[in-house]
């Protein structure tokens, strides 16, 4: 399970079960590398605060001692699903605080690991870890995602 994996759960359980399976979708995908290019280019006068975690995470920020985790979104369309995503990088390392970061939109939403958030999260990947360890992806059902997906080709050709 990966917080990529959570937040393609929380959009289409048969892309969560793609990307958990390693199959990939079109890597040119405009959206995709419009959001990548959001994450690198928004915070690159911050360098020298800033630490890129393996990858996984778009911002490690040390703030007066206290981590923060920070996650840079292209739009607030998805930021449900953002939310969870984030809060999964947050119990996976042990912070309470996180911001997702919508450049475009200059907009910042703090996100918190309280104890309900950590429940519901849990419950959450229980689920979708049951989703993904079933052996064949669930059929693919059509929505608004689907337009912008990198999948598109692989459900719906
Ligand atoms: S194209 Fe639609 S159904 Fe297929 S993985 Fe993407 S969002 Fe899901």
Known sequence: MTGSVLQAYMIC????????????GESDNDLLVIGRLIAQDSYSKDKKELK???GIVDVVRNEKGKIKIIEVKKSSKSSESAKYQLLFYMWKLSVKEGEIRIPKEKKIIKVFLTNENEKKLLLLLEEAEKVINNK?????VQKSYCKTCSYNLFCWS
Do not use: G, S
Request: charged letters at 20%; proline letters at 15%; a neutral charge.
């Open 13 to 24: 359980k048969r892309q969560a079960w793609l990307l958990a399976h390693q199959i990939t």
């Open 52 to 54: 890129i975690f393996d």
């Open 136 to 140: 064949v992806p669930p059929e693919p």
